[in-house]
Nanobody, 126 residues
Framework: HVQLVESGGGLVQAGGSLRLSCAAS????????VGWFRQAPGKERDFVSY????????VYTDSVKGRFTISRDNAKNTVYLQMNSLKPEDTAVYYC???????????????????WGQGTQVTVSS
């Protein structure tokens, strides 16, 4: 069992940066793969990024490639999402999700993750 808490959201202007944190407790965080998802009003909760147990493997949805960076520090039980060059279309509630095992080709599916945080709001103004 693991509990997740997101933080770091806020209001920024287009072109600005934010760093989101996903802090975990309850189990050894290195045993979990982690995904970031986001949900805008009236939209589905969509995949943003994924990181493997060791952090050696990372993936991103096309719309954030080159702008967002996912990383993890297992000693601190924390996963980060560094968001640069933010755009108004990045506005959403961002969620951290974790699972001990996720299929290699299915990391982008919400149903692959059993543990979710409460979300943190990111708003990007024009």
């Amino acid at each position: 069992h693991v509990q997740l808490v997101e933080s770091g959201g806020g209001l920024v202007q287009a072109g600005g940066s934010l760093r989101l944190s996903c802090a975990a407790s309850g189990r050894a965080f290195s045993n979990y793969v982690v995904g970031w998802f986001r949900q805008a009003p009236g939209k589905e909760r969509d995949f943003v990024s994924y990181i493997s147990w060791s952090g050696a493997s990372t993936v991103y949805t096309d719309s954030v490639k080159g702008r967002f960076t996912i990383s993890r520090d297992n000693a601190k039980n924390t996963v980060y999402l560094q968001m640069n060059s933010l755009k108004p279309e990045d506005t959403a509630v961002y969620y951290c999700a974790a699972q001990e095992f996720v299929g290699r080709d299915n990391y982008h599916l919400r149903e692959q993750y059993n543990y979710w945080g409460q979300g943190t709001q990111v708003t990007v103004s024009s």
